[in-house]
């Protein structure tokens, strides 16, 4: 029987281990399909997008560089020949498809295989439950420097579609969240370690104590609120105005005054006039 650690949701450790179901964890490794798995793994995510041009695609060439005979070099029929400078490229990569099947239960022995390689290496660690009332990648990283220790890679592998996890951990740079059955081979090989629900193992949800609530992140300081300014009394506004008012008419006055006292001249008299 293989056993692995066990965490609570608030990634206290638990005093006794989680055992691993036995149909599944019987600790057989096969290498070889391991490496197969992983092979057509990195083979299906290639694009096969590479591309040359040939002789017949590249521009130009379409007449002799020079007549057949007399002028003492080697005679050439184009100047798009591969052994040309910008000639074409001869067997060079052309765009294919590099998708590659695996039967199914070698691909299901696979990931048994890669699973009990993590178990046998203290990499898988059992968590009661990953509860997130709502997305926050704080908790998220308190939860798995507790359990995983900050070491490496970590597969948090869920027991069912659960987007607070996945978008608690979509952020963090070495994280990967994803639903149990969803893991291939590859990613639990890509992993230092592996952090599994228990209902992903079980199929029953554990219910959850009120004393071990789900770990939370420190709360941060509240910013110190400036003191508002006493607004100004209308009463006073209103009287400066008036006064400026008062002020400005006297000023006014004075200047038409000038203005009006001035006398005005007589008009000239037309000539030949009585």
Do not use: C
Request: charged share 30%; hydrophobic share 35%.
């Amino acid at each position: 029987m293989i056993e692995a650690l066990h965490y609570s949701s608030a990634g206290t450790k638990r005093d006794g281990k989680f055992a691993l179901p036995a149909e599944y964890f019987d600790g057989t490794v096969n290498e070889p399909v391991l490496h197969q798995a992983v092979k057509v793994f990195l083979n299906n995510q290639r694009q096969g997008t590479a591309k040359t041009k040939g002789r017949s695609e590249v521009s130009g060439g379409n007449q002799k560089p020079w007549k057949q005979k007399g002028t003492g070099r080697a005679r050439q029929g184009s100047t798009r020949a591969p052994h040309w400078r910008g000639g074409g490229i001869v067997f060079g990569p052309q765009p294919r498809d590099y998708r590659t099947d695996i039967p199914k239960k070698v691909r299901q022995l696979a990931r048994r295989s890669a699973l009990n390689a993590r178990a046998r290496e203290d990499a898988l660690v059992v968590v009661e439950r990953l509860a997130f009332d709502s997305p926050k990648t704080s908790r998220m990283a308190a939860l798995l420097g507790r359990v995983a220790n900050d070491e490496g890679k970590v597969l948090v592998l869920t027991a069912g579609h659960n987007p607070n996890a996945y978008l608690s951990g979509r952020n963090m740079p070495g994280v990967q969240v994803m639903e149990y059955g969803a893991a291939s081979a590859y990613d639990i090989l890509w992993s230092d370690t592996v952090v599994v629900e228990e209902a992903a193992l079980t199929g029953v949800v554990p219910e959850t104590t009120d004393e071990e609530p789900m770990l939370e992140a420190a709360p941060k300081k509240p910013k110190a609120v400036k003191a508002a300014r006493p607004a100004k009394a209308p009463k006073k506004a209103a009287a400066k105005k008036a006064t400026k008012a008062k002020a400005a008419k006297p000023a006014k006055k004075a200047a038409k005054k000038p203005a009006a006292a001035k006398a005005k001249k007589p008009a000239p008299k037309k000539k030949g006039g009585k």
